[in-house]
């Protein structure tokens, strides 16, 4: 223990110098600033969290360092805010969606279907890449003559930020109505579908060695039909889904688009997993190239899709109250009122932002702590973590386990992202600065420790704020009467700082696994 | 010895073919354009000058990726830190010529001076931390030198997040009218660091370097000071990356804070991705397609340039998957194979 | 004759937090000795290894190489020293030539190291040396091939050519026949026993294959739970009853 000390003495006595000024400049602060700071602290902590514990669970199991995290973060914020402000475009999307990928379900069908067509081996050559073309240009003819209820992003008075300063004030438009466009309703659907089966087909043909299944059963149909039969029902059903969400009433629908996010995320995640991620798992270093270059995608669709000025999303009407009543004095007044702002040792605390937020993070924090400790996903991934050939020799499928935490990671930083647009608004940037902030949380934290995602995340948005709070007050430096003001610029230096000075002291963060 | 010259020239064809075309190459230009050789000699030609300039970023970014190419790809050591290794000489010189006035000489000892410096910096953490730790812990420290140029304190030398501007030029190596001659001087140093690292991984120190990437401890346990080692592919590759910074601040002559950011890292760690880890010519190769792809794209498609940027960086993954280079060697890219990867997923 | 004693630990322990692997070991290995360290799987002996080649740092006690103090030396020193190991679980550079695994061996002791403008195949006397080894321990077909394409009883062969190459006085061979084909393991303890007569080198093995161990070594030390159980000449641990009773019995049969 005392060599331990000896070793590290410069980097321990920084750290305790620093925390020394820390504590000194929380002393000139008053009280009220302080419950705001900490607040707030606690928001940024969780929000961080939510994409620092997907993080470190990708890369604890995996070892891929998911550097598209940020993105996807991102992206589950323009899914909310899509949901939340236009359920009406949600609506449309969701037939087209599962009628493109119905196909894709059918791939034990497919090997027997391709084994019966007896052709000479150059048009065998040909006929995947001619399927795919077939099906690429039947697509980009049939899908801008479908409905889809959308913005446009060049008229400001049809675009994300109208939309969005509208849905603030209450007022939730009519959807424009759109129509088939010189296509009837029924080719249409039939053209989306045959995309897909052609799509797919054609992939599937470029894998010769496709294992043979030998029965077809009803399992082999049964998402096939599931799709096809929600594609249906949402065309069917569209008018009357749509004017159900928005009749809603906007706290639900808030939570309708949460959960939404979250499971696009999941299966965002799980797609990823499969197509791109799994084939790297021997050139880790290719994974980085990879998740960049997607991460590069990612902005651009967002970009092209929603636009790239910022707005920001509404808060649901529970947090969103600024009546007489306002701000509230205690919670039953608030409750009443609905108000955004409460008063809190005589702070003024918005509710959303720094009191949904922390509870929300420390509620999925104790929700995958349970799926971690209490079952047998759990298990794997704790024990995959430890040692990933070991359980790998053990016979269990880690593979279907890989899958299911890229989903579970994924999912966690698009309900990040979905919960932090009221607070923090969209921007094509808001993924890139969070994933760093993520990093370094799980760097003090430890990579792949669980609780340890947690500490840094929760340190990282302390620290950040108190230093904003610092650059507005100043931090009088004890025993003397000198006053230093942090510049912006050094409150991402402060969690960088510590980040360095803690792996400097323990290579593996505060809570990793020592080697 | 004759023989033996003969055989080191057709051993070489293809590289020195390839140097041949582009020492001719602004004088190709402009026949295109219609300039004679003594036009494009006197920089007058204006689409060969033009050229030029691409091809001196082309040298600057291959100098700096062959930099990241010796520390990642030849001794395994990843860093996220390296764009402070090309900052550190791009500022330095920067400041040097604007507010000091120093003479071109001795900017360059001062720049070496500051290189040996970062690399000790860098070495300083290097036998505490390895692996993932190694890269966040040099994020960290380029974190700080990029905070503390943006800094408005220092403002005065670095111009903050302007970033500095208007570098004084020595005339005679003015890109502004000496356009061919900065070529000149950016490929020759751009080939002799090229040959002296090729020499390098080749001698016994090199060797050593590529064992410690492989297997670290049973390098040690041989009998090699792994770190005196790693230490030293520091100080090489940080003097050259910062040599590629002193040119890129004598050709801009604006220095950005840019090049101090994390995403500059990333730049050089995709070129050496794409032309091939640990094969130095393939950062060479993958710094032009870098930069001829970024500029076309930027040209021709505009806005949405990086999204094919994106999607060429997944396609490179899947169908060339030891980048450019890596897969001429081991003669092995995988069209259809890339295919069946990520169908790979159809099969549960 | 304190001379005799080429390498001497004393009172060495490691503990792993509550488990202690090696127990207060204090042995006495004798100049050009063929001492073999047996004991049932856990008993300490590869941590034993890791203690005398400074892989792992004691908890407790020294170790003497020599007559000069060898405890809390860096890794890297030891082949220096003149101690040179190999690794129970093959520990080579899988994508590397078998001759650059033993070319960088026998590279480490020489003086050119940091001389990075020369080119590292004009070294002529690490080339021959190379040579020499991979011959030696018959690897010379496959001297170009990649080491992780080799098979495993060709690992292990190449495990041993990294340390003879730089010709240490003092071999640590941690089961060097482990997981190899039962035909092969009598060819190279042969080589091993021919190397440590012919060079007057000294070798500290540890080895699982009983009938082997009796034939070849001049000394044995059992283990056992991280303590020395025995030690003795080959026929004394045969005759030993509480090595017989406490761990042999049951596991090996002896024919002596
Ligand atoms: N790094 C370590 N951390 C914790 N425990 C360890 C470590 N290394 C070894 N041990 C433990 O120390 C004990 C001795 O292990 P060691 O490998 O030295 O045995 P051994 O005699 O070489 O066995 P084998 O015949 O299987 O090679 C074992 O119980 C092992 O689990
Ligand atoms: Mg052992």
């Known amino acids: ?515 | ?348 | 004759m304190s001379s005799d004693i080429i390498i001497e630990t004393i009172n060495l322990s490691k503990h792993f937090g509550a488990l202690v692997a090696v127990d207060d070991v204090s042995l006495k290995v004798r100049r050009n000795s063929l001492h073999a360290i047996i004991g049932p799987n856990g008993a300490g002996k590869t941590t034993f290894f890791n203690l005398l080649s400074g892989n792992l740092e004691p908890t407790g006690g020294k170790v003497i190489f020599k007559g000069s103090d060898l405890t809390g030396q860096p890794v890297h020193r030891m082949i220096h020293h003149g101690i040179g190991r190999s690794f129970q679980i093959t520990n080579i550079f899988p994508n590397l030539t078998v001759f650059e695994n033993i070319r960088l061996a026998s590279q480490a002791l020489e003086k050119y190291n940091f001389k990075f403008w020369m080119n590292a195949s004009r070294l002529e006397r690490c080339e021959r040396r190379t040579w020499e080894v991979i011959e030696k321990v018959g690897l010379k077909e496959r001297a170009q091939a990649l080491a992780r394409t080799l098979p495993h009883g060709d690992q292990r062969k190449l495990e041993l050519g990294m340390i003879l190459a730089p010709d240490p006085e003092v071999l640590l061979l941690d089961e060097p026949t482990a997981g190899m084909a039962a035909e092969q393991v009598p060819e190279l303890l042969a080589l091993i026993q021919e190397i440590q007569k012919t060079g007057n080198k000294t070798v500290i093995l540890v080895e699982h294959n009983m009938n082997v161990v009796m034939s070849v070594s001049d000394i044995i030390t059992v283990m056992h739970l991280g303590k020395v159980l025995a030690e003795g000449t080959p026929a004394e641990i045969a005759a030993n009853k509480e090595v017989q009773t406490a761990y042999l019995g049951g596991l090996y049969e002896l024919n002596v």
């Open chain 1, 1 to 515: 223990m005392s060599t331990f000390f000896r070793k590290n003495l410069l980097p321990l006595a920084t750290l305790i110098v620093i925390i020394i000024f820390f504590l000194a400049a929380a002393q000139g602060m008053n009280s009220q600033d302080f419950v705001i700071t900490l607040l707030r602290g606690l928001s940024v902590g969780a929000v961080t969290f939510l994409v620092a514990s997907g993080f470190s669970l990708i890369f604890g199991l995996l070892d891929v360092l998911n550097l598209a995290h940020g993105t996807l973060f991102m992206i589950g914020a323009y899914i909310g805010w899509t949901v939340f402000v236009r359920p009406d475009t949600f609506v449309d999307l969701l037939t087209p969606l599962a009628l493109a990928l119905s196909g894709f379900t059918l791939r034990d069908v497919y090997p027997l279907l391709s084994d019966r067509i007896r052709l000479s081996l150059s048009m065998k050559r040909i006929l995947p890449w001619a399927l795919i073309l077939v099906s690429a240009l039947l697509f980009i003819l049939v899908l801008p003559r479908y409905p889809i209820a959308g913005w446009n992003l060049d008229n400001y008075a049809q675009s994300p930020v109208t939309y969005s300063y509208m849905a603030d004030q209450g007022t939730r438009l009519p959807p424009p109505t759109v129509a088939f466009d010189q296509i009837s309703p029924a080719l249409a659907i039939g053209g989306l579908l045959l995309v897909s089966l052609l799509g797919s087909f054609g992939l599937s043909l470029f894998d010769q060695s496709a294992r043979r299944s030998p029965q077809l059963t009803w399992r082999s149909y049964a998402s096939f039909v599931i799709l096809l039969f929600i594609g249906l029902i949402t065309f069917i059903f569209n008018d009357a889904l749509t004017n159900f969400l928005l009749g809603l009433n906007a706290n639900w629908l808030f939570f309708i688009a949460v959960i939404v996010a979250t499971l696009s995320g999941a299966g965002l995640g799980a797609l990823m997993e499969m197509t791109l991620i799994r084939p790297l798992y021997s050139r880790p270093i290719y994974q980085l190239m990879l998740t960049i270059g997607l991460s590069a995608i990612g902005v651009q669709i967002v970009q092209a899709v929603w636009g790239r000025p910022e707005f920001i999303m509404p808060k649901p009407t529970l947090f969103n109250g600024s009546g007489a009543s306002c701000p509230a004095t205690n919670f039953s007044s608030w409750w009443q009122g609905n108000c955004s702002t409460i008063l809190l040792l005589g702070g003024r605390v918005r509710v959303y932002n720094e009191i949904l937020i922390p509870i929300i993070g420390v509620l999925v924090l104790i929700a995958v702590w349970i799926l971690l400790q209490r079952t047998r996903l759990g298990m794997i991934i704790r024990a995959g973590v430890q040692d990933r050939e070991m359980v790998e020799a053990l016979g269990i499928n880690v593979r279907r386990a890989f899958t299911i935490v890229f989903a579970l990671g994924v999912g966690l930083a698009t309900l990040g992202g979905a919960l932090a647009a009221p607070s923090m608004g969209l921007s094509n940037a808001m993924g890139e600065s969070l994933l760093l902030d993520a990093l370094i949380a799980l760097a003090i934290g430890g990579l792949t420790s669980y609780p340890g995602a947690a500490l840094g995340s929760l340190l990282v948005g302390l620290i950040q704020q108190f230093m904003i709070q610092y650059g507005q007050i100043g931090i009088s430096i004890p025993f003397t009467s000198l006053v230093l003001k942090p510049t912006p610029p050094i409150v991402p230096a402060s969690t960088v700082l510590l980040m360095v000075i803690i792996l400097l002291i323990l290579p593996n963060g505060l809570l990793g696994k020592k080697e």
């Open chain 2, 1 to 348: 010895m004759q023989k033996k010259s003969s055989s080191f020239f057709r051993n070489h064809r293809a590289s020195f073919i390839l140097l041949v075309a582009v020492v001719l190459l602004p004088f190709i230009v402009g026949l295109f354009e219609g300039a004679s050789p003594a036009a494009v000699w006197a920089n007058q030609g204006g689409i060969s000058k033009f050229a030029e300039g691409l091809g001196i970023e082309i040298f600057i970014l291959a100098l700096y990726a062959l930099s990241y190419d010796l520390i990642f790809g030849v001794t395994g050591l990843l860093s996220f830190g390296h764009a402070m290794f090309f900052a550190v000489g791009a500022y330095l010189t920067g400041i040097a010529l604007k507010t000091f006035a120093l003479p071109l000489s001795a900017v360059i000892g001062l720049v070496f001076l500051a290189s040996i410096v970062q690399a000790l910096l860098f070495g300083l953490v290097l036998p505490r931390v390895k692996g993932i730790t190694f890269a966040l812990v040099t994020l960290g420290m380029a974190s700080v030198f990029h905070i503390i140029i943006m800094s408005s304190e220092l403002g005065s030398y670095t111009g903050a997040d302007v970033g500095l501007q208007g570098v004084i030029v020595p005339s005679f190596i003015n890109p502004a009218n000496e356009r061919l001659r900065f070529y000149f001087v950016a490929l020759v140093v751009l080939v002799l660091i090229y040959l002296l690292y090729q020499r390098f991984v080749n001698s016994p120190t090199g060797r050593v370097c590529v064992a410690i990437r492989e297997n670290e401890g049973r390098a040690k346990m041989l009998g090699y000071n792994t770190f005196a080692f790693k230490l030293a592919a520091l100080m090489l590759s940080s003097f050259t990356a910062a040599s590629a910074g002193i040119l890129h601040a004598l050709y801009q002559p604006i220095v950005s804070p840019n090049v101090a950011d994390l995403s500059f890292t990333v730049t050089a760690l995709l070129i050496v991705l794409i032309g091939g880890v640990g094969t130095l010519s393939g950062a060479l190769i993958g710094a032009a397609i870098y930069r001829l792809l970024d500029f076309g794209l930027r040209r021709y498609i505009g806005e949405n340039a990086s999204f094919i940027t994106g999607a060429i960086y997944v396609a490179f993954v899947l169908f060339i998957p030891y980048g450019i280079v890596g897969t001429w060697r081991a003669k092995s890219f995988r069209i259809a194979e890339g295919w069946r990867r990520l169908l790979a997923a159809f099969k549960t």
